[in-house]
């Protein structure tokens, strides 16, 4: 165990180099503390670490963990290793470019590097999201630049060749013209959309935006950690371990709910509803 946690010390050390190297140490430093102190109230293990700041260790920030840690599951430790990844790329992601995972793994070594992944941190998976975050972040720059508009919706009305509602799930299904699935629409929010928007009023109240909300304890606890820990969209959803899928039934979940609105094309953000929701809650 000893190794284990020698290695997760230098594992944690190396994300703090490498982001150092990328931005500044005190920009690096202030994105570490910041991560340790969201990701304490989730994982025990940034619980049992202390960080001296002494210049005398070089880097000025060292990192060790206290000897208990035995105590903690080993994919607990793994999860908790991956969100700190995610916590500091998504921080410094307009510094960190593409190659910020293989760049602390360059740093600690193969040895570590294996004690880490046997741990169950999954390496591979995290840098591929942060290649695809890269990607896509480009593309809405490139898309920005050319003064072109993207659909969030990714599919306009021409591309419906027809619908139906399912009175099971009370949703309307609209299918492109090769029959494929393009969307599912609740037809009680829509309908409740419709009427809110021509008549200027929402009627929805406190207590019923709360039961709702408690059927879906993962949108609720998303918005309060968009609100609640100040944090972009992207980390929310790691943290909450929300996969593609999932965060985009979510959002269309908290629009439909008028908790989060559109700000431009592909820009959202929390209404002064969602707000006082969160704040009332």
């Known amino acids: 165990m000893e190794e284990t946690k020698y290695s997760i010390e230098e594992f944690i050390q190396s994300i703090y180099i490498v982001a150092s190297r990328r931005t ?5 430093e202030e994105s570490m503390c910041d991560a340790f102190d969201i990701l304490q109230n989730r994982f025990s293990l940034f619980k049992k670490i202390e960080i001296n700041k002494k210049l005398a260790f070089g880097t000025g920030f060292k990192v060790n963990l206290s000897d208990d840690i035995k105590n903690i599951q080993t ?17 410094i992601s307009e510094e960190s470019g593409l190659y910020f995972i293989t760049e602390i793994k360059n740093h600690v070594g193969k040895e570590t590097v294996y004690r880490i ?6 390496l591979e998976q995290i840098q591929n999201e942060q290649h695809l975050a890269y990607t896509l972040k480009k593309r809405k720059k490139e898309l920005k630049d050319s003064g072109k508009q993207e659909n969030p919706l990714g599919y306009t009305w021409g591309s419906v060749g027809k619908w139906n509602y399912n009175d099971s799930t009370k949703e309307v299904e609209l299918y492109d013209t090769h029959g ?41 606890s998303f918005l309060k950690l968009i609100y609640s820990e100040n944090i972009d969209f ?5 943290m909450l371990n929300l996969n593609d899928e999932e965060i985009n039934k979510i959002i269309k979940e908290l629009l439909e709910l008028k908790l989060l609105q559109y700000i431009s094309e592909d820009e959202i953000e929390i209404t002064e509803s969602g707000k006082k929701f969160i704040t009332k809650k």
């Open 24 to 28: 500044s140490s005190k920009f690096a």
């Open 75 to 91: 994919n607990e430790i793994a999860r908790a290793l991956e969100s700190l990844l995610r916590v500091i790329y998504d921080d």
């Open 117 to 122: 992944t046997d741990l169950g941190v999954d």
């Open 180 to 220: 494929n699935l393009l969307d599912k629409i609740n037809l009680e929010n829509a309908i409740r959309s419709y009427v809110e928007n021509l008549s200027g009023i929402t009627e929805s109240s406190p207590l019923e935006l709360a039961k709702l909300l408690d059927k879906h304890e993962k949108a609720y």
């Open 234 to 238: 992207e980390t929310a959803k790691n």
